[in-house]
């Protein structure tokens, strides 16, 4: 069993930046694929970025690319989000999950976090 603490959302003003982090409980941190995702209200779940276990490969959604950064501390059973220069359609409660095997961009992953909220006014 997996559990996934999400951290580090809050209120930005447009341009600015934020970090989440998503600690992981468990032994086997390293083996698993991490994953965030968001949900803006009356909008479906959406992939944000994605790092593998194995070979910390990065995986972005086309809007984030160049504005948003994934990486982990396997030592600290941690994966981050850094999201820069911010918009106010980032707006939205932002998930940690996990899954065995390799990254998908679906939802399919198989633990999650309860979120974080993200808000960027303008």
């Known amino acids: 069993q997996v559990q996934l603490v999400e951290s580090g959302g809050g209120l930005v003003q447009a341009g600015g930046s934020l970090r989440l982090s998503c600690a992981a409980s468990?032994?086997?941190?390293?083996?698993?694929?991490m994953g965030w995702f968001r949900q803006a209200p009356g909008k479906e779940r959406e992939f944000v970025a994605a790092i593998s276990g194995n070979d910390g490969s990065t995986y972005y959604q086309d809007s984030v690319k160049g504005r948003c950064t994934i990486s982990r501390d396997n030592a600290k059973n941690t994966v981050y989000l850094q999201m820069n220069s911010l918009k106010p359609e980032d707006t939205a409660i932002y998930y940690c999950?996990?899954?065995?095997?390799?990254?998908?961009?679906?939802?399919?992953?198989?633990?999650w976090g309860q979120g974080t909220q993200v808000t960027v006014s303008s």
């Open positions: 999950a996990a899954r065995y095997l390799v990254v998908t961009y679906t939802t399919d992953y198989r633990y």
């Open positions: 468990g032994r086997t941190f390293s083996q698993l694929a």
